[in-house]
């Protein structure tokens, strides 16, 4: 016959059986969930580094893998957003089939203004250096095809811009001509950066590919010598292009939409 003795002894004895096995199992799943954290984690730097090796700023046809130096935050911005509401109106859909002849003065000054949704950017743009540029924006300018564009892309990890010029906002859009690459030896490009202040064309990664997407540079950024240095942000410009980096991009990874809702309301090339 059991004893009382005996039975609480037992029931002593199963009770501590079952917690040994709710701590062992509850040890087992607090490996699995760290297991599972840290494959993800290896998938999201992977993924991060594979992005920036593999392209800076394609355009025109191929969506850039820029990584672009805050580190990336774990989540999506939630900055509010510092830009007003775009002009009434919508994006041309134009297209030609070749570069337009070069008539601008090569000798005189010009100047871009984007009246932007916030704020507006004055451009000193580089006629001499980069005629067939500075020409093409003069072009598409008078054609209103800038106008109502969104600034579709800001890189805030590893290089620092916003990129505009895309009359479809994803990336891939582009005039239907091409433009060849200039001034690539600029004094300004020292040491394989492109200083704060630069404005320059953005390409598919082969040569000669500029179109109408262009980036400008809102801190020093490292960069190969490949994308056409063509214009220099005024200093009231550089405040609005700060502002528009402040809020932050869309995807906290360091590289998708501005946070700002930024529209070319209209797009100006005047000579002086």
């Not at 056409?228 to 809020?247: D, E, Q, R, Y």
Request: proline fraction near 5%.
């Amino acid at each position: 016959m059991v004893t009382q003795e005996q039975r609480r002894r037992q029931l002593a004895r199963e009770k501590f059986l079952r917690q040994q096995q709710r701590r062992t199992a509850a040890r087992h799943k607090t490996r699995m969930r760290n297991t599972v954290v840290a494959s993800v984690l290896g998938v999201v730097v992977v993924g991060s580094v594979v992005s920036y090796a593999t392209g800076v700023f394609k355009d025109d046809g191929k969506k850039a893998n820029a990584g672009s130096e805050v580190s990336p935050s774990p989540s999506p911005s939630k900055a509010q957003d510092p830009c007003e509401k775009a002009a009434a109106g919508t994006v041309k859909s134009l297209s030609w089939k070749k570069e337009p002849a070069v008539t601008i003065d090569k000798s005189a000054d010009y100047t871009m203004k984007m009246a932007t949704t916030c704020g507006d950017i004055d451009i000193a743009l580089k006629t001499a250096q980069a005629p067939h540029t500075v020409n093409s924006f003069s072009f598409l300018a008078g054609k209103g095809f800038f106008d109502h564009t969104k600034c579709h892309r800001l890189t805030t990890n590893g290089i620092y811009v916003l990129q505009c010029g895309d009359p479809k906002g994803t990336g891939s859009g582009g005039p239907g001509y091409t433009i060849p690459d200039e001034n690539l030896k600029d004094k300004t490009l020292k040491g394989g950066m492109y200083p704060a202040g630069t404005v320059a064309m953005a390409n598919t990664g082969q040569k000669h590919t500029g179109g109408s997407q262009f980036f400008l540079v809102y801190q020093d950024s490292q960069l190969p010598a490949s994308y056409t240095p063509f214009g220099t942000i005024s200093a009231s410009g550089m405040k609005v292009l700060k502002k528009i980096a402040a809020a932050g991009e869309s995807t906290g990874q360091g590289d998708g939409a501005p946070n700002a809702t930024v529209v070319v309301n209209k797009a100006t090339v005047t000579k002086s």
